[in-house]
C-alpha cells in the first residue's frame, strides 16, 4: 500500500517502509507559495537539462538501447570512480544484491548475517536466492551493523546457541551455514569495514557492501563501493547519484567474479546469448539511464561538496536544541547524505514534531518504522520484539528532513523553527 498526500496538485507518495516515490511537498509563508521538495530532482534537471537531451539523443541516434556503448563508459568511470577494478550496470540495487549473492554461490542451506535496520531489499536478495537472514542489532550513534553484536552472532551460529545471542527460531540451526554478511552503509554513512573484514577473514566469511545510499561517502580515505569482495549500489531517482527509474551497479576486483556477475547478468550467457552455462536473470541496465548517469555524473563532485554544506547547516542549527539527536559521522568517515535523520526522546515527542511539520507543508519521512525481523513476510524466521532493542528503539524516534544540494540556507532555517516551534508548544 502506497500512501498519497496531495498539496496544491503536489504529491508525495510514501511507501509504507517510508521510500520516497514521487518528492515535492509545499508549504505557505505570508502571501506566498513556496515549495519544499523532500529531494529536489527538479532544479538539479534545470542545471543539465541541455546536457541530459543530448546524451539521450546520442542514444536515439544509435538506437543501441539494450547493452549500448553507454554502458561500457558508466561502468569504466565509476569503476574509476570508486577506484576498483571492475563495474557491472545492471537493472536495480536490489539486482546488484541477487546478482552478488547468486555470484558469490550462495542459496540454499546457506545464512547471511545482515541489519534489520535499512529497506526490505537487503534481506528479501538474501531470502530470494533461497538463504536464511540472520539479523544483527546496530549500533546506537551511526545505526550501521554492531561489531560486537556482530561477534556476538557468530558465536551463536557456530555453538548452535540461541542463548548467545537471537537467532532465526523457526530455523533449524544446523541448517545455518553462515556464508557472508551484508554491510549496509546506512544514510550515506559507510560501515566500520577494518573490524568488519577482519571478522569476515577470521570466520573464512564473504563480504557485500550494500552502498545503496553511499555511493559518494568515504571510509579511512577510500570511497564508498570499494570494500567486501563485491559492493552494490543503486540508481533510485532519490539516491545521491540517481538515473530517472530503476538502475544499479556491482563492483569487485576479482575476474572471477566479474565474469559471473556478467555472465548471471544476462540470464546465465556463455560465449553468446544462445549459450547459458548457468541460471541467471535478466539484470541489464538500460542505455538510455547509462546516459543520464553519464550526465549526473559530471556535475556529481560539487553535489558532494554541496550535501556536506546542506548537513553542515542542518548539524548547527539543531545543536541548538537539546531534546534532539543529530546524525553522527565518526572521524575516519564522510556521509554522502542521502538522509538527514534526527533522532526525538521518544515517539510521541516525535509525532507532535511531524504533525507541526505536516500543519506547515514540510514533506518528511521516517526510515525505518519496522525493522525487518518484526515485518511479516519474515514471520517464518521466528524473531520476536525485544530481540534487537536498539533498532527497535529507533524506529520510535528517528524522523528525516528534506535533504538534497539545493536546499536553501533560509528553507533549513524555515524547517528548524518550525521545530522548535514544535517542541516549544508541546
Known amino acids: 500500500m502506497v500512501t498519497t498526500v496531495t498539496t496544491h496538485a503536489i504529491a508525495v507518495r510514501l511507501s509504507p517502509h517510508g521510500k520516497i516515490y514521487f518528492l515535492q511537498a509545499t508549504h505557505l509563508t505570508g502571501d506566498s507559495l513556496m515549495n519544499i521538495p523532500f529531494i529536489d530532482l527538479k532544479t538539479q534537471y534545470q542545471k543539465i537539462q541541455a546536457r541530459i537531451k543530448a546524451r539521450i539523443n546520442r542514444v536515439l541516434e544509435h538506437g543501441a538501447y539494450v547493452m549500448g556503448p553507454e554502458i561500457g563508459e558508466l561502468e569504466q568511470k565509476l569503476s574509476e570512480y570508486v577506484n576498483i577494478n571492475y563495474a557491472l550496470a545492471c537493472s536495480s540495487g536490489t539486482d546488484a544484491l541477487i546478482l552478488a549473492l547468486m555470484a558469490l554461490d550462495i542459496g540454499s542451506n546457506d545464512a547471511v548475517i545482515t541489519t534489520p535496520f535499512t529497506f526490505f531489499a537487503t534481506s528479501e536478495a538474501i531470502a530470494l536466492v533461497g538463504a536464511t537472514p540472520v539479523f544483527v542489532d546496530i549500533d546506537s550513534a551511526t545505526y550501521n551493523l554492531s561489531v560486537q553484536e556482530l561477534k556476538k552472532a557468530i558465536q551463536a551460529i557456530k555453538n548452535n546457541d540461541p542463548s548467545l545471542y537471537p537467532l532465526p527460531s523457526h530455523i533449524d540451526p544446523d541448517a545455518l551455514n553462515l556464508k557472508a554478511i551484508i554491510a549496509v552503509d546506512l544514510f550515506g554513512l559507510p560501515c566500520d569495514y577494518d ?175 519496522r525493522p525487518l525481523h518484526l515485518q511479516k513476510a519474515f514471520d517464518y524466521l521466528g524473531y520476536k520484539e525485544g530481540d534487537f532493542p536498539v533498532c527497535e528503539k529507533i524506529a520510535k524516534r528517528i524522523f528525516s528532513l528534506p535533504m538534497h544540494p539545493y536546499l536553501e540556507p533560509d528553507t533549513q532555517k524555515r524547517i528548524y523553527a518550525i521545530i522548535k516551534e514544535a517542541l516549544q508548544n508541546a
Open 195 to 369: 573490524q568488519i573484514t577482519d571478522i569476515a577473514r577470521q570466520e573464512n566469511l564473504k563480504i557485500i557492501e550494500d552502498a545503496a545510499q553511499s555511493f559518494g561517502a568515504t571510509y579511512k580515505g577510500k570511497p564508498a563501493c570499494s570494500f567486501g569482495d563485491i559492493s552494490c549500489t543503486s540508481f533510485f531517482p532519490a539516491k545521491p547519484l540517481g538515473c530517472y527509474g530503476d538502475g544499479g551497479m556491482c563492483f569487485t576486483n576479482d575476474e572471477a567474479l566479474i565474469d559471473a556477475l556478467r555472465s548471471l547478468r544476462i540470464h546465465g550467457q556463455g560465449k553468446d546469448k544462445y549459450e547459458n552455462i548457468r541460471l541467471g536473470i535478466n539484470g541489464r541496465l538500460d542505455t538510455l539511464q547509462a546516459a543520464i548517469l553519464l550526465t549526473k555524473l559530471e556535475i556529481f563532485p560539487q553535489e558532494v561538496e554541496l550535501r556536506q554544506q546542506v548537513a553542515q547547516r542542518y548539524n548547527q542549527l539543531f545543536e541548538q536544541i537539546p531534546d534532539l539527536i543529530t546524525p553522527e559521522v565518526p572521524e575516519d568517515r564522510t556521509s554522502i547524505w542521502a538522509q538527514y535523520s534526527l533522532l526525538a526522546n521518544n515517539e510521541e515527542q516525535r509525532t507532535k514534531i511531524l504533525a507541526h511539520l505536516k500543519e506547515n507543508k514540510i514533506p518528511t519521512a521516517i526510515y525505518y518504522p
